[in-house]
């Protein structure tokens, strides 16, 4: 992968939040929070990580890697980090995300490999077009298998 690909972008999606899905992945998360019930609060509101689901919303067009090559053998997983400007999103909101690679770059490995890094940022936009969310994930490639040494 090189510095080349930053910029690029996925092709829209759209995302509506669902109450029931708020409450399965409050659940699942063993969250006691009652504001993911709605409860006194009105919509449930969707709990911090909840935009991870939005990967059940897009297809492959989608992503900004789409038709890149990648070893998924020496792919990891390095960072999730999610940002919200106000409150996070509530049931019965529409959310329309675009991904796009915002940087790409290597480091030294500790074992003699190069590391590429990839930083991804999804964007999310409320029914009137204000950004709500931010989700920057970081993917790691290796230039050698894990179990290489």
Known sequence: MDTSLEGRTGEPFTMVVEAGKIREFARATKSQNDA???GPHGAPISPTTFLMSSAFWQGPES????GVKLNWERILHGEQEFRFIGAPPRAG????GQSRIDKVFEKAGKRGGTMTFVEQVTDFHNATGELVAELRSTMIETSKATTEG
């Open 93 to 96: 909101d529409v959310l329309t």
């Open 63 to 66: 992503s900004p890697l789409a």
């Open 36 to 38: 993911y019930d709605g």
